[in-house]
């Protein structure tokens, strides 16, 4: 039995479809490795070897596609990836022309904790999410499928998108002075914050000490519920990664992609687009706008220009999506050549909606962030009430405080 068999059987008998299951202690028909893969994913790399690989299979491909130097030979000679510098980006997986490359699968521990009696659980939902799953399926028919799989609710991360969005242009405001100064981006991906901080950490200093929106929202559901079960859900690999960091694990408990999302739909026979609206709208286009590329950019310039018309120096956006873009632009900005003073990177091709485990081709995921983003009834975070309101629940008095180095919201990069 592969991998692969082997992931959909056990989703399959977890969710009722089947009543057989693998037992590791009779004969087993699937590789034992395979299993505990997906029993305790927190032991391995976000990104896994289903077959033994040796060394010259696909001629290094994947090893030479790995910037962070995770892939490596083990103690037998054959390449193993290196859960501590894996970031998840999906390259190798994209380069292995044998196919023995896969994502991770945190579906089985994470239901399980879900369907706790009694417990409290959130799905931290991204903002490419929206058309993933069907063109027909709104906002509020998507949580009513969550609190159909047991969640207590879904929570927009755009919301806190929206607060970072304004973190982000309150220390552009306070910090960017000169015409030779500029500000790296740090509230949304993190290939290009792994890129930064592993091959460019020359340039950290520039990345003002924010957690990304993901981390945001579950630090800030377990502050309001302590005991809550929290799993964030995206196109994206690289947010296992992020959510194992030692500094910031204790946000987010499990990471599903969409991908795994839309498995757990099919083997629960949950239809989402027949289902009833349980509608909330608290985001404003600002933070909706994140899952695409220049999303960030356009938010914070936004932001920056409602916080200050007058500003001496104007703020001037670039970006790049893809790691190659990403380094290019990077080099660039090295060499000198500073053709802006605010600086966005996504590691996806797209943005989010490019994420390896989105299941909507990425132009169509774009165009519908962007009408989600359009339909926003607010446009920026110092138009969104909730935002203040949040914040004040936090303990925040007003927004100047965001610049102080809060618990929630900072992060001390090395």
């Not at 009430?385 to 629940?393: F, G, K, N």
């Amino acid at each position: 039995m592969s991998f692969e068999e082997l992931y959909k059987t056990i989703l399959n008998q977890q969710l009722g479809k089947e009543t057989s299951h693998p037992d590791s202690q009779s004969e087993p028909d699937f590789d034992p490795y395979h299993l505990d893969c997906l029993l305790h994913p927190e032991k391995y790399a976000p990104v896994l070897a289903t077959e033994a690989c040796g060394a010259d299979d696909c001629h290094h491909a994947c090893q030479e596609s790995c910037i962070f130097d995770a892939i490596v030979p083990g103690p037998d000679g054959r390449l193993m990836i290196d859960p501590e510098y894996c970031t998840g980006c999906g390259a190798c997986i994209d380069a292995c022309k044998a196919k023995k490359l896969t994502a991770s699968r945190d579906i089985l521990p994470a239901m399980k904790a879900v369907r706790e009696p009694g417990q409290l659980s959130y799905a931290l939902i991204a903002p490419a999410f929206l058309g993933q799953f069907n063109e027909d399926v709104t906002p509020g028919k998507l949580r009513s499928a969550f609190k159909a799989l047991g969640f207590t609710g879904m929570v927009e991360v755009a919301l806190f998108a929206d607060i970072l969005t304004l973190k982000e242009a309150l220390e552009f405001d306070k910090n960017i002075t000169h015409n030779d100064d500029f500000q790296l981006t740090s509230c949304c991906c993190p290939v290009w914050i792994a890129m930064l901080s592993k091959v460019y950490n020359e340039l950290m200093p520039h990345v003002p000490g924010s957690v990304s929106p993901m981390i945001a929202c579950g630090r800030v559901i377990k502050k309001l519920h302590p005991d809550a079960v929290t799993v964030f859900i995206g196109p994206c690999i690289a947010k296992k990664s992020e959510a194992r960091q030692p500094d910031i694990a204790d946000a987010v408990d499990y990471v599903l992609t969409f991908q795994e999302v839309q498995d757990i739909f099919d083997a629960a026979n949950i239809r989402p687009e027949e289902l009833p609206e349980s509608e909330k709208d608290h985001s404003s286009r600002a933070g909706r706008i994140y899952a695409h590329t220049g999303g960030v950019s356009e938010a914070v310039r936004k932001t920056v220009e409602q916080l200050d018309p007058d500003r001496e120096i104007a703020i001037k956006t670039r970006q790049a999506d893809g790691v190659p873009a990403c380094r290019a632009m990077i080099e660039e900005l090295r060499s000198g050549h500073l053709t802006g003073n605010f600086f966005e990177g996504m590691g996806c091709v797209g943005g989010c909606v490019g994420g390896p485990k989105a299941v909507l081709d990425r132009e169509d995921g774009r165009k519908n962030v962007a009408a989600y983003g359009d339909a926003a009834t607010y446009k920026t975070p110092l138009e969104n009430p909730y935002v203040m309101e949040l914040l004040h629940r936090l303990g925040f008095q007003n927004t100047e405080e965001l610049l102080e180095d809060s618990a929630l919201l900072t992060r001390h990069f090395k």
